[in-house]
């Protein structure tokens, strides 16, 4: 579960980070 948690966070930073570079 906190797994879970954890890797829904780093995906939504790299989400970002794909936005930004665009």
Excluded: A, P, R, T
């Amino acid at each position: 579960m906190f797994y879970s948690f954890f890797k829904s966070l780093i995906g939504k930073d790299v989400v970002v980070e794909l936005k930004n570079d665009l």
